[in-house]
């Protein structure tokens, strides 16, 4: 029953993804998606690319129409999407099965049709955040941009700060926003508690659909480019505008924002001194839609990225639930593996939460017997910030920690101390 539930969601996440790449004119990437979801195969065609036998979209000089427009979904293929959609809403007792007529997948922009309510991150939604997060300091909203693009972004300065304060970017998971993420880790708090300063970059919505940041395209994974070249340009100018202490930088997130910071630390190691994934993946460990929802799913078949991480071995500190069914956690294991820690000394502790949660930290020690890897396994805990504010989103409040944890651990590492 399990693995049938797994699989509708998969199919429904691709469905979903589909008529988005559609609608944003990448029509190769849209039609395999389809026929991956809908029909399990593809049929490769000389003069377009073909849906099935009866679907054809020719993209050959033409652009696609806006997701608002009619017709952009051939009718054949609504008919198919209809009835994928109805069968999972029966099957599992999900609102939406009702109002599935031809006009809510045409001419809407799939707005207020069976498409939001089949949302398949609602899966893992946790709720939203009502508002700013508390905090003595100040939350303003500021803008980045570079030759790589732009991202807007909340910027948290403490009550209190030090002459060059430390620097924490946050990047939030799939359907959240900065103020939803701040409120849910309580990060500000701990700012104001120990100095230093938080950025929280935003994903746009035109870069993607659920705000996801884009960690399985390879044009966003690495040095140089995309999403890892605004974050890190967002981090520099941050850093000159606040004389931040350079040695004091680091990156974190959960899910989607845990794997973009995992890409993104590994692609800019003498820029960010430690990184924390939450509910993650390891950097690269996907290139596309498929190999990522394939690998948040299983986990990687195989270690990613380590001839890479070993070169610059970055610090970091690891948390994931044991029962998260949105990313596997496998997931957890090979940010591990990638931080290097099969050459590393583990130290192995048990302990129960506050909130009654039992959970395995794990510290990871070189050869100086310096902590450079950290590990927490939270049993009982699903796809949520550990010890989380529940005014944001993706959390749960039973857990340990993470929040303090993280700020624990990176606030031991600065980059004039030599990688390991």
């Known amino acids: 029953m399990d693995d049938q539930h797994n699989r509708i969601q ?137 030759a790589a693009g732009s991202r807007d972004y909340k910027l948290y300065i403490p009550s209190r700060t030090v002459a060059q304060p430390p620097l924490i970017v946050m990047l939030h998971g799939c359907t959240q926003s900065p103020d939803d993420f701040a409120a849910g880790t309580a990060m500000n708090q701990l700012a104001d508690a120990e100095g230093f300063i938080v950025a929280y970059p935003g994903q746009s919505m035109r870069a993607h659909g659920q ?52 890409n993104i630390a590994l692609a800019y190691p003498e820029l960010y001194a430690a990184v924390g994934v939450h509910s993650g993946l390891a950097a690269g460990c996907a290139g596309d839609i498929s190999s990522a929802l394939t690998t948040m799913r299983l986990g990687p078949s195989t270690p990613v990225g380590v001839a890479q991480a070993q070169a610059a071995r970055v610090p970091t500190i690891m948390v994931h639930g044991e029962s998260d069914t949105t990313v596997n956690p496998r997931n957890g294991e090979h940010v591990l593996i990638q931080a290097g820690v099969e050459a590393l000394n583990p130290s192995t502790s048990e302990g129960v939460s506050p909130g009654g949660l039992a959970f395995t930290r794990t510290r990871y020690a070189d050869e100086t017997d310096r902590v450079v890897v950290e590990s927490w396994v939270v049993r009982g805990l699903g796809h949520a910030w550990s010890g989380g504010d529940p005014s944001g989103s993706h959390t749960d409040r039973r857990g340990p920690d993470a929040s303090r944890a993280m700020v624990d651990f990176f606030l031991a590492h600065r980059l004039d101390r030599p990688r390991y």
């Open 10 to 146: 998969t199919r429904l996440a691709e469905i979903v993804e589909a008529t988005k790449l559609t609608g944003a004119g990448r029509l190769q990437e849209a039609t395999d998606m389809i026929q991956r979801g809908l029909f399990g195969r593809q049929t490769p065609s000389a003069s377009g690319q073909t849906i099935d036998a009866s679907y054809r979209i020719e993209s050959s000089g033409e652009t696609a129409k806006p997701m608002g427009s009619a017709g952009i979904i051939p009718e054949g293929l609504q008919e198919r999407l209809r009835d994928a959609l109805g069968q999972v809403a029966r099957k599992f007792n999900l609102p939406g099965n009702s109002g599935l007529s031809p006009t809510g997948l045409q001419g809407s922009g799939l707005q207020g049709s069976a498409f939001e309510a089949f949302d398949p991150t609602s899966f893992f939604r946790d709720g939203t955040a009502k508002g700013p997060p508390a905090g003595d300091g100040t939350f303003t909203e500021r803008a980045f941009s570079n």
């Open 211 to 262: 705000r996801c940041w884009n960690w399985y395209q390879p044009g966003d994974q690495t040095r140089g480019a995309g999403e890892a070249e605004i974050i890190a340009g967002l981090t520099r100018a941050v850093m000159s505008e606040h004389n931040v202490d350079p040695r004091r930088v680091y990156i974190a997130g959960l899910s989607a924002g845990g794997a973009a910071a995992a």
